[in-house]
Every structure is written in structure tokens, then in C-alpha cells.
């Protein structure tokens, strides 16, 4: 069973306010995720991690940012929130695959952002 | 342009009976397929996968088709029962290591299982 949390689980916030969604997961997995998705449509990936001290965008082009400081911690912040932001904010954790294994995503609860 | 497609945005079943989620995929390097279930304000749980050398996979009352000539892949559940209902999404991982080992996600398709 996977141990991932993300706090909090739900957040309204207002126009211009700087937040931080928190991600840790105790399984040591290498690799982590922070996905948007809204509703009816698919996940879409805004920054991954290799590991310690790696941070890469994803496909969707986002305004947040991301740090890797310990294996279990990958933070997402926002500046200066805007409506636009609105959205749930999923964070993943896997093992790096090979090619007999896939790599398994494992989600935290998500976080659901609104701002006003 | 999507890689990973599952048309059906909907899909409703009576309890007891056979569910068949679809997807299609277009790129034929994707060596790895997943599915996953998901709950309001939760997040995705892994249900099961499948390598692209195999056609089938069995997990319970999960099973996962690949048909690699025409690109398509189904999860079927039976039987069905209400806890069922949820959204499946498919996901495809074109390799291993590096960014190829990230997935790439359907829209997904809400099931319905009625009692």
C-alpha cells in the first residue's frame, strides 16, 4: 500500500496570496510528480523529480515551482495566486522503472485549490 | 494531439454484469499500460497493468486486453458492483528511465454501476 500525503486537502485562497502544497511519501521512491487536473479531463504533468536536488517541468506549462531537497519531500509553491489556478493538485511517487516494471504511479489525495 | 484517447467520456452498467472501459493509443512505442481508478476529491489508485509484449492480464476482477496491431486497449470488471463507480483513466509509458518513464494519461471515463 503506498504512503503519500499531501496537505491540504482543500484550500480558497485569494487573488495574489503566495501558497505552498506539501507532498511527502515514506516509501523512498526516487521519482516524484505534481499533476493539475480538472474535471473530465486528463492528468496533466507540471514538474517531476529524479531525485535529490532534480527538478524538471512537465508537459503543461505552469507558474508554480518546485523544490527536492530530501527524497520523501517535493513541494509545489505559487507566488502570487490567481482564479486561473484553480484546480486539483495531484502529487505522484514511483520507483524508477526498467524494462520489466513499470512505473507504477502512486497519488497522494490531492489537494483542491480555489482561488477568488 | 493526444496520445492516449478514451472516447467514451461516460459509461453505465448494471450491477452484476460485464463493464468494458476502452482506449487507444497512437504511439507505437509505448511499452507499458496502466489503469488507474479514481474518486471525487481523491486521488488516482493503481488497478492494474500490462507490458506490451503481453496481451492479457488478470488481476481478481480486473482483466486487461492489449491488441497492439490496432492499438487498443480494454479493462473489463466482472461482475460490476456499485463500489465500482468511479473514473478509470489509461495511462501509457512510452520506455523506461529518464522522462520516458512518466506516464501519459486519457481524459477518463466515468462508470456508472447501478444496483
Known amino acids: 500500500e503506498a504512503d503519500i500525503y499531501q496537505t491540504p486537502r482543500y484550500l480558497v485562497i485569494g487573488t495574489g496570496k503566495k501558497i505552498t502544497l506539501e507532498c511527502s511519501q515514506t516509501m523512498g521512491h526516487d521519482k516524484m510528480y505534481w499533476y493539475q487536473q480538472d474535471p473530465g479531463m486528463e492528468l496533466h504533468l507540471i514538474h517531476y523529480s529524479y531525485g535529490v536536488n532534480s527538478t524538471e517541468k512537465g508537459d503543461l506549462s505552469s507558474e508554480s515551482t518546485v523544490s527536492r531537497i530530501r527524497t520523501e519531500h517535493f513541494p509545489l509553491t505559487l507566488e502570487s495566486a490567481r482564479p486561473s489556478h484553480t484546480s486539483q493538485y495531484l502529487c505522484?511517487?514511483?520507483?524508477?522503472?526498467?524494462?520489466?516494471?513499470?512505473?507504477?504511479?502512486?497519488f497522494g489525495p490531492g489537494t483542491r485549490l480555489t482561488v477568488l | 494531439d493526444q496520445q492516449v484517447k478514451q472516447n467514451s467520456p461516460s459509461l453505465s452498467v448494471q450491477e452484476g454484469r460485464i463493464s468494458i472501459l476502452n482506449c487507444d493509443y497512437t504511439n507505437s512505442m509505448f511499452d507499458y499500460f496502466l489503469w488507474y481508478k479514481k474518486y471525487p476529491a481523491e486521488g488516482p489508485t493503481f488497478l492494474i497493468s500490462i507490458s506490451s509484449i503481453k496481451d492479457k492480464n488478470e488481476d481478481g476482477r480486473f482483466t486487461v486486453f492489449l491488441n497492439k496491431s490496432a492499438k487498443h486497449l480494454s479493462l473489463h470488471i466482472v461482475p460490476s458492483q456499485p463500489g465500482d463507480s468511479a473514473v478509470y483513466f489509461c495511462?501509457?509509458?512510452?520506455?523506461?528511465?529518464?522522462?520516458?518513464?512518466?506516464?501519459?494519461f486519457g481524459k477518463g471515463t466515468k462508470l456508472s454501476v447501478k444496483p
Open positions: 495511462a501509457a509509458r512510452e520506455g523506461y528511465g529518464g522522462s520516458q518513464g512518466n506516464l501519459i
Open positions: 505522484a511517487s514511483s520507483d524508477t522503472g526498467t524494462v520489466t516494471s513499470s512505473d507504477t504511479q502512486y
